[in-house]
């Protein structure tokens, strides 16, 4: 099982973090600054698979961001690099071809779909289209919900 999730760029901001247990607040600041420090210090041509703590941590850079997950030892180091490159194609296929700035200004869309790909931090879809579907009707949703309503449609009285 995962036990959380980050995405953060070669500067070491963090862009976006999904825990799949709780933590405080301080400790996952810990946790994250360790991580993002010992990740960048790394070479390129290193393996991207680290023991850390009693977890197993599985990294892939792309572009100018890190994708990183902490995996349980038992977990399969091959299928969560898998998992990261499942989501960033997802993210590659929404987003055109997908940059820190969509992440950054787009964040609960990264949000819904890493949570449409995994729960619980186990994998829940594979499918890339059931994904992206729901993705859409997600937006369809959303923009239904910006449409201005008269304040008779808002109350019920005509629609």
């Known amino acids: ?12 901001k963090l862009r ?3 825990w799949y247990n709780a933590h405080t607040d301080k400790a996952k600041k810990k946790v994250t600054r360790e991580l993002i420090t010992m990740i960048l210090a790394r070479k390129p041509k ?3 698979f680290l023991e850390w703590r009693d977890l197993k941590i599985v990294y892939k850079r792309y ?4 994708f990183c997950c902490a995996i349980e030892e038992e977990d399969n180091e091959l299928l969560t690099l ?4 499942r989501y960033v194609e997802l993210l590659d296929k ?5 940059c ?7 964040f609960e869309k990264a949000y819904f779909m890493l949570d449409e790909l995994l729960l619980g931090g186990e994998v829940q879809e594979t499918s890339k289209k059931n994904v992206l579907k ?21 109350i019920g009285l005509i629609g």
Not at 63 to 66: C, F, G, K, N, P
Not at 94 to 98: E, L, W
Not at 134 to 152: F, G, M
């Open 1 to 12: 099982m995962m036990q959380f999730m980050l995405l953060f760029s070669r500067q070491g």
């Open 16 to 18: 976006l973090q999904k």
């Open 46 to 48: 290193m393996c991207s």
């Open 63 to 66: 572009a100018s961001l890190y």
């Open 82 to 85: 898998e998992i990261i490159h």
């Open 94 to 98: 929404y987003f055109g071809s997908v």
């Open 100 to 106: 820190e700035l969509d992440i950054i200004f787009n």
């Open 134 to 154: 729901a993705i859409a009707a997600q937006d369809l949703l959303q923009e239904e919900d910006d449409e201005p309503k008269s304040i008779l449609e808002e």
